[in-house]
């Protein structure tokens, strides 16, 4: 019976780590060439329907194969496996009913049958991370407080964030639910964590940073509720063509730091910038693709909303001996109509945009259309169809004065995928407008 018991375990275990690893890298039982074309088909895809909203439009926009432009092979990722540079890890029930399990989550809360999966088989996370999150897991199963599954339930424990760079830097982040605990209860942990991390099993890890926040909230910024550097160094440092980069708690980074290069390679030649180009970068987090194509253009000028990612820019352009760009910190609906309605500069402007999944915010768009000095766009994104597509159809609407749209309309030239995300469905598409 025991036996039996024992083997119907083992059997729910294995269809749980299938499912996360299904439901994470969708495609990791595919060969790379076979996820490669999985990922062009897609981004054909993408394109045909751009094509018929742009003929809704009346824009003809239908070329060969139904595509809006020529779309290129998909540009493979240089590592395949063990690639990100940043993994989030959640803290909730695991398969065993463990409310302290540290993984990725299987299931839907609709369905309400959540579970927490450890992620040592997930081929896209690397060993380091894996380490990380188990010793993690070790430090709270020991401690007396629960973790936070439900905000209002109470709990403390909660999610757990690993950043590494190809530097041998390892960052982690803690998120802490404070509930009603008093200051001096709060330092016990936090004291208590950076022994565990520093002195205690953790040690093993060779954290370079160990960071703890206390938040209420799902996510919260280093502004609504500051990163508190427990131990090591307050950055980690990546290097990137050439360049030393960087990199606070909460700055955006390319997840696939040797991918990223091929991409960014690839956006200094799209944009066919010479001596007199203002380069324009939007959403530009620690500013790696303006900072990659200085040398290339008279001046860069990048937008980013995280603060801290400013910071990491500015001081980046300043260590690698870049005098050339200037950084603006603010949300790029507020600071890219005022930079450029009294835009008078006579030199080239291309603009390349990386906006989250949200996209770009619609004054951005309007800013950018309304420019009549920009002739060449690159717009960069990993989730094209969505809030993108929105995107790229206010970038080639006709004019239209009830929403002040007065500049010329942008067309789509060229698509280019790069797969940043092998085993998953995504990539990033770099789709080139001119006008």
Not at 38 to 59: D, N, P
Not at 333 to 354: F, G, Y
């Given at each position: 019976h025991r036996n039996q018991d024992s083997s119907s375990s083992g059997h729910c275990l294995a269809v749980v780590l299938s499912r996360l690893a299904n439901a994470v890298t969708p495609l990791w039982r595919l060969p790379y060439?076979?996820?490669?074309?999985?990922?062009?088909?897609?981004?054909?895809?993408?394109?045909?329907?751009?094509?018929?909203?742009?003929?809704?439009?009346?824009?003809?926009?239908?070329?060969?194969?139904?595509?809006?432009?020529?779309?290129?092979?998909?540009?493979?990722?240089?590592?395949?496996?063990?690639?990100?540079?940043?993994?989030?890890?959640s803290v909730n029930r695991g398969p065993d009913g463990n409310p302290k399990t540290v993984g990725l989550y299987v299931g839907t809360g609709r369905e309400r049958n959540i579970v927490c999966v450890k992620a040592n088989h997930v081929d896209n996370i690397p060993s380091k991370h894996k380490q990380v999150a188990q010793c993690y897991e070790e430090f709270i199963g020991r401690s007396p407080l629960d973790s936070c599954i439900l905000f209002h339930e109470g709990g403390h424990w909660r999610e757990l964030v690993v950043r590494t760079t190809s530097c041998g830097h390892t960052m982690?982040?803690?998120?802490?639910?404070?509930?009603?605990?008093?200051?001096?209860?709060?330092?016990?942990?936090?004291?208590?964590?950076?022994?565990?991390?520093?002195?205690?099993?953790?040690?093993?890890?060779?954290?370079?940073?160990?960071?703890?926040?206390?938040?209420?909230?799902?996510?919260?910024?280093?502004?609504?509720?500051?990163?508190?550097?427990?131990?090591?160094?307050?950055?980690?440092?990546?290097?990137?063509?050439?360049?030393?980069?960087?990199?606070?708690?909460?700055?955006?980074?390319?997840?696939?730091?040797a991918g990223a290069e091929v991409l960014y390679q690839a956006v200094g030649e799209l944009c066919q910038a010479t001596g007199d180009t203002v380069l324009l970068d939007i959403c530009c987090g620690t500013g790696t693709i303006g900072l990659s194509l200085a040398h290339r253009v008279s001046k860069v000028i990048g937008v980013e909303v995280v603060e801290k990612a400013i910071e990491d820019a500015e001081w980046n352009a300043a260590f690698n001996g870049i005098s050339n760009?200037?950084?603006?910190?603010?949300?790029?609906?507020?600071?890219?109509?005022?930079?450029?309605?009294?835009?008078?500069?006579?030199?080239?402007?291309?603009?390349?945009?990386?906006?989250?999944?949200?996209?770009?915010?619609?004054?951005v768009v309007r800013a950018i259309r309304n420019c009549r000095s920009i002739r060449r766009l690159l717009y960069i994104s990993c989730k094209p169809e969505g809030e993108a597509m929105r995107n790229f159809l206010e970038l080639c609407c006709p004019p239209d004065p009830r929403k002040k749209l007065a500049g010329e309309p942008f067309a789509p030239v060229l698509a280019i995928p790069f797969d940043m995300f092998p085993h998953t469905v995504h990539c990033e598409l770099v789709l080139l407008f001119t006008r």
């Open positions: 060439r076979e996820q490669l074309q999985v990922k062009y088909e897609s981004q054909r895809k993408i394109l045909q329907t751009l094509a018929s909203h742009l003929e809704e439009l009346g824009i003809d926009a239908q070329k060969r194969g139904g595509l809006c432009c020529p779309l290129q092979p998909v540009v493979p990722s240089p590592i395949i496996n063990g690639y990100r540079n940043k993994s989030t890890f982690a982040i803690i998120t802490f639910h404070p509930q009603e605990l008093g200051q001096e209860a709060l330092a016990t942990q936090k004291a208590l964590l950076k022994e565990f991390f520093t002195c205690g099993p953790g040690a093993v890890c060779a954290l370079t940073s160990l960071y703890f926040q206390e938040s209420t909230m799902t996510r919260c910024s280093h502004e609504q509720s500051p990163f508190q550097l427990l131990h090591g160094a307050p950055h980690i440092f990546e290097e990137l063509l050439g360049l030393k980069c960087r990199i606070s708690p909460d700055a955006f980074f390319q997840v696939n730091t760009c200037e950084f603006h910190s603010g949300k790029a609906e507020a600071v890219l109509p005022q930079l450029l309605a009294s835009w008078e500069d006579a030199r080239p402007l291309v603009a390349v945009v990386n906006p989250s999944r949200a996209g770009l915010h619609y004054r």
